[in-house]
């Protein structure tokens, strides 16, 4: 026999029977008599025969392949960002367990073969059972035009709505109020924030968390004290620039980001100031690297394995028909203090 891949047409010629009748022992049909079942399987295992993905689809109207879109911002290298890594080591986790594959779309528009840009049609041609969206903008027609389809989907992050559909996100907006609440309990008056990309429900979410406990706090909100970043350390160090050139710059900064903190700390060190006794630090996210920052980093952690899970259980439920499955899933963040807050100054 050549080498390659079994087809079932030669398993079915080395069981004396049709390729019908092949399929249908595989299939677990209870026409299929005992021994021919048995004689079948055994030979199946014993010459490593794999269903065509396409075949196997056609037959149980199941891929047992979620997609997963995922965009981490013009320019940026998909799953460059740290917290990308972990979300979806925990989506995979969970599929891998429940018996799916995962498969990554390229973010960018597809080439030849699909026609115009659509993530509906590549969705199709896949054959996927549902999708994980996670960083896309959902003003976008065509991500709208997938979420208003038959096909499952769950957004990371991102406020999906549909008879189809759910999200699940952090509770960025309590993450956001922590970390004023601790600067505050530290005698800091004059607090700022460095947002994330304000296209996002989490920075727009983290925005509100902090402008809010300002009031609470009986602080003076400054919309000079609002400085708008992307996630990404280059925005952090912009941002902590400029604040430091205001009259009057923020004894405490909030970023809405670990990677934006830690560009904004590099800023302040090479400006000769100290961290945290002239500029204390909250990050969000808890990433390997706020642990490594001098000094390291407080940040609001996100259970990011634990959203990957999340998105991936309430994937499952969707595609399984669990009608309880459609409600928005928040997963608690924690205060994690570390060096960049700790010290207690008199402040002016």
């Known amino acids: 026999m050549p080498s390659g891949r079994t087809t079932i047409k030669e398993l079915a010629r080395r069981s004396g029977v049709s390729i019908g009748t092949v399929s249908r022992a595989l299939n677990g049909y209870t026409d299929v008599s005992h021994e021919t079942r048995e004689r079948v399987m055994r030979l199946a295992a014993e010459l490593d025969y794999t269903p065509a993905a396409a075949a196997r689809t056609l037959v149980m109207e199941r891929s047992h392949v979620v997609g997963l879109f995922l965009d981490t911002g013009e320019g940026r290298p ?134 809010e406990e300002i009031q609470r706090q009986g602080l003076a909100f400054r919309d000079d004290y609002v400085i708008y970043g992307d996630y990404y350390v280059e925005s952090g160090a912009a941002g902590m620039t400029a604040l430091l050139e205001l009259p009057e710059p923020p004894t405490a900064v909030f970023a809405a980001s670990d990677l934006m903190a830690a560009g904004a700390v590099g800023v302040v060190n090479r400006a000769g100031l100290k961290v945290p006794d002239d500029v204390a630090f909250v990050g969000f996210d808890d990433i390997v690297l706020a642990g490594l920052t001098e000094p390291p980093l407080t940040t609001l952690r996100q259970d990011k394995l634990g959203l990957g899970a999340a998105a991936g259980e309430a994937l499952v439920a969707l595609m399984e028909g669990d009608g309880e499955a459609q409600a928005a899933a928040t997963l608690p963040v924690e205060l994690v203090v570390r060096g960049s807050t700790t010290a207690k100054q008199e402040r002016p």
């Open 78 to 211: 998909d799953v460059q960002h740290p917290f990308f890594h972990e979300v979806l080591g925990g989506l995979k986790a969970f599929l891998g367990a429940a018996g799916f594959d995962l498969l990554l779309f390229a973010s960018e528009q597809p080439g030849n073969g699909y026609g115009p840009h659509s993530y509906l049609k590549r969705a199709r041609h896949h054959h996927v059972d549902g999708v994980v969206l996670m960083g896309m903008d959902v003003a976008d027609p065509e991500v709208e035009s997938l979420m208003r389809s038959d096909v499952f989907c769950v957004g990371v992050d991102m406020a999906v709505s549909g008879p189809t559909n759910c999200s699940v996100m952090s509770d960025n907006v309590e993450g956001g109020a922590m970390a004023v609440r601790h600067l505050a309990k530290l005698g800091h008056k004059r607090i700022a924030t460095i947002t994330g990309l304000l296209e996002t429900a989490p920075a727009v979410d983290r925005l509100r968390g902090y402008r």
